[in-house]
């Protein structure tokens, strides 16, 4: 059973208050974190959160810190330093009706320029999750469908008995908006992992991971085989370019004497 209410709107308001009336927002307290971190560069001398789970956040970032042997540049090399928001009272996006996880004060992001939406678990560290997880919370980098591993929130998507009156009608993927929106619901009650198994799907995180850093955030959104396509396009016209620079700087003919010499 966890300590943190179902990922519901019910449950959510009735633990954490309502963002409608307000409630979340009154009952902030400020979180030191023991190394320092940044947002958007300048630095956070604290993390504004909901009170309840204040003490969970400062714990999951205490266990971070001594994972890195309370190492300042082992943890801003890990990119957890980067604060990218935590309170924020606002709607999901594409929704009329639900309530961000972050409207709750309960849920932050961390390192978001890394860490983009469908980039699988991003460069997210293991040990990092583990923190969290170890505290009851819940990391987007598990979200079915469109990831976000640069949240964590804390609540629960474990089943729970309840009368079916009460039971939540299903989520329609509401959330499923392509914009820059950092959460994601779903009507599922347990989290399943959607980071790929195997070497192809090591190899599509990786790129996709890879393409979010320089920008390229759109890339979570295509098949596997448009990814594949694109990959192998690119490494092609890296080589063609490489050869044909090879060529335009030393000349034809000095390359063909090295070809002759040492391959053919
Ligand atoms: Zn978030």
């Not at 940044?38 to 956040?57: C, N, Q, S, V, W």
């Not at 929704?95 to 996880?101: C, F, L, P, V």
């Not at 939540?168 to 959460?183: F, L, M, T, V």
């Not at 098949?223 to 060529?247: K, M, P």
Request: overall charge neutral.
């Amino acid at each position: 059973m966890s300590r943190w209410p179902h990922d519901d709107p019910a449950s959510l308001a009735a633990f954490y208050g309502d963002p409608a009336k307000g409630e979340p927002g009154r009952q902030l307290v400020k979180v030191v974190p023991p190394f320092r971190m940044t947002y958007e560069g300048k630095p956070i001398p604290y993390i504004m959160f909901h009170r309840k789970a204040a003490d969970a956040l400062k714990a999951a970032l205490d266990a971070v810190w001594e994972h890195y042997g309370r190492n300042q540049a082992a943890v801003d090399r890990a990119g957890i330093s980067k604060f990218s928001g935590a309170y924020n009272h606002r709607l999901i996006r594409g929704s009329a009706t639900r309530w961000s996880n972050h409207a709750y004060g309960a849920a932050i992001d961390l390192n978001a320029e890394a860490n983009g939406f469908n980039t699988g678990h991003g460069t997210m560290p293991q040990a990092v999750v583990d923190c969290f997880k170890a505290q009851g919370a819940l990391w987007g980098g598990d979200y079915k469908g469109r990831t976000d591993p640069m949240h964590f929130e804390f609540c629960s998507r474990e089943a729970v008995a309840r009368p079916a009156t009460l039971m939540d009608s299903p989520q329609a993927d509401a959330d499923s908006d392509a914009g820059a929106d950092d959460d994601q619901q779903q009507g599922g009650d347990a989290p399943a992992p959607s980071s790929r198994r195997g070497f192809f799907g090591r190899l599509r995180n990786w790129v996709v991971a890879g393409a979010s850093t320089f920008g390229f955030t759109g890339i979570g959104a295509l098949t596997d085989w448009q990814i594949a396509v694109a990959l192998f396009v690119f490494i092609f016209v890296s080589v063609v370019c490489t050869v044909g620079f090879i060529i335009w700087f030393f000349g034809a003919d000095p390359v063909r004497a090295w070809v002759r010499k040492h391959v053919a």
